[in-house]
């Protein structure tokens, strides 16, 4: 019996020594995979859209799109951010939500210096909707915190418009457009549809072109059928990290209803009206992504 207790030994030794090589091994390897997975969620990519776009450039109104900020899990360098859309000196930018998902008033000091970095840098409107984690994370679902927040934004400049189940119209060259800003779908589940109506006939008697923006693309599904001439919205960060057949929607994400049929990035169109969904600029959980960048979104649509 004695014989046998140093083989013994030697086994657990041996046996021990591979877990470690092989624990070793799986450590450098997700080493490797975060330092690859967080270069790419820096690449800012600037990605041209066009709707209803006309022959001459003048006929066009040109604005920039961005969404999901995430500025506690911001990757890309939030001096190229601006720099990147003054530099194609929009007529307007749209934000669809998503500053933080955190309470953390450094987060909201954050986002208000962002912001007001991009008004001085752009020089044109901002017009915002917001995100299920601004009301969930940012403002602690407090509607004191949030009306706070936005008497802070406007503060910084009248031009900045936050759109809560509301609308703006923008006036270039005789022309308008009508920007209708819908409520997350978190606290927006009806009703929307009703509001489309209402604006689109405001934007019918002003032969203006009519934009709806929301957070989250699944809102389409309750605006039914020709709602808007186009609409935008976030949300999805394309997937973050992307798996095959949206897996990462369907096994993490499942409430996400349009994403888990396959729509959850880009150009596209939806009960008859074009959409724009962005993969954002921030990250969630992790400073991470693999398959899609955050982008902004340079688009031009064409007057009526
Ligand atoms: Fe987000």
């Not at 997700?30 to 330092?35: K, N, P, Q, V």
Request: aromatic share 12%; charged share 25%.
């Amino acid at each position: 019996m004695n014989e046998f207790i140093p083989l013994l030994i030697l086994e657990s030794h041996v046996f021990l020594r591979n877990l470690l090589i092989i624990l070793l091994i799986l450590i450098i390897f997700a080493l490797l995979c975060y330092i690859l997975f967080n270069s790419i969620a820096k690449k800012l990519k600037v990605k041209r859209v066009t709707f209803y776009e006309n022959s001459s450039e003048r006929d066009n109104f040109k604005f920039i799109f961005i969404s999901d900020l995430h500025i506690n899990c911001l990757p890309v360098d939030r001096r190229k951010i601006v720099s990147e859309i003054a530099a194609e000196s929009p007529d307007f930018i749209v934000f669809t939500g998503d500053f933080a998902h955190s309470d953390e008033e450094k987060y909201k000091k954050e986002s208000l210096d962002f912001f007001a970095s991009l008004i001085d840098a752009a020089a044109c409107p901002i017009y915002i909707t917001y995100g299920n984690h601004d009301i969930r994370d940012f403002f602690s679902s407090d509607r004191l915190k949030r009306d706070a927040f936005t008497r802070a934004l406007t503060d910084i400049s009248p031009r900045i418009r936050v759109l809560e189940n509301t609308y703006e119209i923008f006036r270039k060259n005789g022309s308008s457009i009508v920007i209708g800003g819908l409520n997350d779908i978190t606290e927006n589940e009806s009703g929307g549809k009703d509001l489309c109506a209402k604006w689109k006939n405001i934007a019918d008697s002003e032969n203006a072109r009519f934009m709806t923006i929301s957070h989250n693309p699944d809102i389409l599904l309750t605006l039914g059928e020709d709602f808007a001439d186009f609409f935008l919205a976030g949300h999805t960060h394309a997937g973050q990290i992307r798996l095959p057949f949206h897996a990462e929607f369907k096994i993490l994400r499942m409430h996400d209803k349009l994403p888990c049929r396959g729509i959850y990035y880009g150009k596209t169109v939806f009960n008859n009206v074009p959409i724009y969904i962005t993969s954002g600029l921030g990250c969630s959980i992790l400073p991470i992504r693999f398959g899609t960048y955050p982008e902004i979104v340079l688009i031009e649509t064409g007057m009526k």
